[in-house]
């Protein structure tokens, strides 16, 4: 299975600065997907991370908020930008093997 | 669009009791899978479903899907400390690659 990292684990931010969250994986995958969860809620998807294309957005989720870029099989970074307190969550990259997934450690995020 | 609901929301049992989580979907799924999260942790793959009826089992949990493909079960037998989390069922969302996953069922085990 995958193994992910992501950075960095935490992080405290000022309404209206952007963060951006790296996700590395261990071996090359073709599918990466960036999630966000609420305390005590389930994931909701953000977006699928294409290699080489721009990324697949849900609905509710906009590439001028959350750009992404997947520039190679092993890496992808989210930036969540012109921050807000209701951007508080915690993001989650995963990529997927097969049908299954594998998730990063995640990245909790507080903004102020 | 496609949607998993869980069963219950949150339970909380005794040490040594069993527990049981239901998925539900109202499409036929292509396959079903299981996640756990830790708290404060992310969710770890489980197991994976495919065939109708299709009941697997890891030491003290047993997955289960339905005969149509629309549920799934997961029973965890004298339960312990060390399974407190959230379970997640999750299936990939039609003709695509992405996982919907259903609400969760939060598990707390008291000793």
């Known amino acids: 299975s995958a193994v992910i990292s992501q950075k960095p684990s935490r992080d405290i931010c000022q309404r209206g600065t952007s963060l951006t969250i790296q996700c590395q994986v261990d071996?090359?995958?073709?599918?990466m997907f960036w999630y966000r969860q609420q305390p005590g809620q389930s994931l909701t998807l953000i977006a699928t991370a294409n290699q080489g294309s721009e990324a697949t957005y849900e609905s509710g989720f906009v590439i001028d908020k959350f750009p992404i870029s997947r520039p190679n099989l092993t890496f992808s970074t989210l930036t969540v930008s012109n921050m807000s307190p209701e951007d508080s969550s915690i993001y989650l990259c995963s990529a997927a093997e097969a049908d299954t997934q594998y998730f990063g450690p995640g990245t909790r995020l507080t903004v102020l | 669009g496609q949607q998993v609901m869980q069963i219950p929301q949150y339970q909380h049992v005794q040490e040594g009791e069993d527990f049981t989580t239901y998925c539900n979907s109202s499409t036929t799924l292509s396959n079903i899978q299981w996640y756990k999260q830790r708290p404060g942790g992310h969710p770890v793959f489980l197991i994976q479903l495919v065939k109708s009826g299709e009941v697997k089992k890891q030491k003290r949990l047993t997955f289960q899907f339905g005969e149509a493909k629309k549920n799934s079960s997961l029973h965890i037998t004298a339960t312990q400390t060390t399974d407190v989390g959230t379970y997640f069922c999750a299936s990939p969302s039609y003709n695509t690659d992405k996982l919907i996953f259903g609400t969760g069922t939060r598990l707390q085990v008291f000793p």
């Open positions: 071996s090359q995958v073709t599918m």
